[in-house]
T-cell receptor
Framework: GNSVTQMEGPVTLSEEAFLTINCTYTATGYPSLFWYVQYPGEGLQLLLKATKADDKGSNKGFEATYRKETTSFHLEKGSVQVSDSAVYFCALRDLGNTPLVFGKGTRLSVIA | DTGVSQDPRHKITKRGQNVTFRCDPISEHNRLYWYRQTLGQGPEFLTYFQNEAQLEKSRLLSDRFSAERPKGSFSTLEIQRTEQGDSAMYLC??????????????FGSGTRLTVV
């Protein structure tokens, strides 16, 4: 079946540090890939997405590249801010009508 | 459009009681999804609707759970005879459906259920 594996948190970084959150997936088809972010007390918000191999999704300084050969979609940001502190979820949607499948989430804390 | 709305935001109930949650999706979205999220875990799929038709139910959705979307607009999720293991955040999401689901879903803020 379809599944998503994320690196376990929590991840604690100083402001302006480089961020990588690893995400790998298993899918029967050719999925679309997503990163969602959940700020404290709020619902999930779509951060970025990619629908085919070698696509790069980007938003708010975050980037992730769809790597079919390594079945990965790692999230990166060059310089994190305190306001980036949140839980980040990697997700996939396979072909057809299958619903989004999420990873367990990675909590990021950025300290000033 | 104010996005996906869920009501209530918080619900505390005694074990054995019934609870009902409501979700109002984005008006032009055909699909509506229910997910459950427990502490430290990602959202887990429960069920989804295409307009008023319930198309898929997860094995997580026991007989005590029932969801409806009577007119293809808002949806309700009812849990009968609640158990402490039902304590979780219940998330609703909506989407355009079909290939446009590659754009992602829009989630509500969730209903946090605590069963005491």
């Amino acid at each position: 079946g379809n599944s998503v594996t994320q690196m376990e948190g929590p991840v604690t970084l100083s402001e302006e540090a480089f961020l990588t959150i690893n995400c790998t997936y298993t899918a029967t088809g050719y999925p679309s890939l997503f990163w969602y972010v959940q700020y404290p007390g709020e619902g999930l918000q779509l951060l970025l997405k990619a629908t085919k191999a070698d696509d790069k999704g980007s938003n708010k300084g975050f980037e992730a590249t769809y790597r079919k050969e390594t079945t990965s979609f790692h999230l990166e940001k060059g310089s994190v801010q305190v306001s980036d502190s949140a839980v980040y979820f990697c997700a996939l949607r396979d072909l057809g009508n299958t619903p989004l499948v999420f990873g367990k989430g990675t909590r990021l804390s950025v300290i000033a | 459009d104010t996005g996906v709305s869920q009501d209530p935001r918080h619900k505390i109930t005694k074990r054995g009681q019934n609870v009902t949650f409501r979700c109002d999706p984005i008006s032009e979205h055909n699909r509506l999804y229910w997910y459950r999220q427990t502490l430290g875990q990602g959202p887990e799929f429960l069920t989804y609707f295409q307009n008023e038709a319930q198309l898929e139910k997860s094995r997580l959705l026991s007989d005590r759970f029932s969801a409806e979307r009577p007119k293809g607009s808002f949806s309700t999720l009812e849990i009968q005879r609640t158990e402490q293991g039902d304590s979780a955040m219940y998330l609703c999401a909506s989407s355009l459906g079909g290939r446009r689901d590659s754009y992602g879903y829009t989630f509500g803020s969730g209903t946090r259920l605590t069963v005491v």
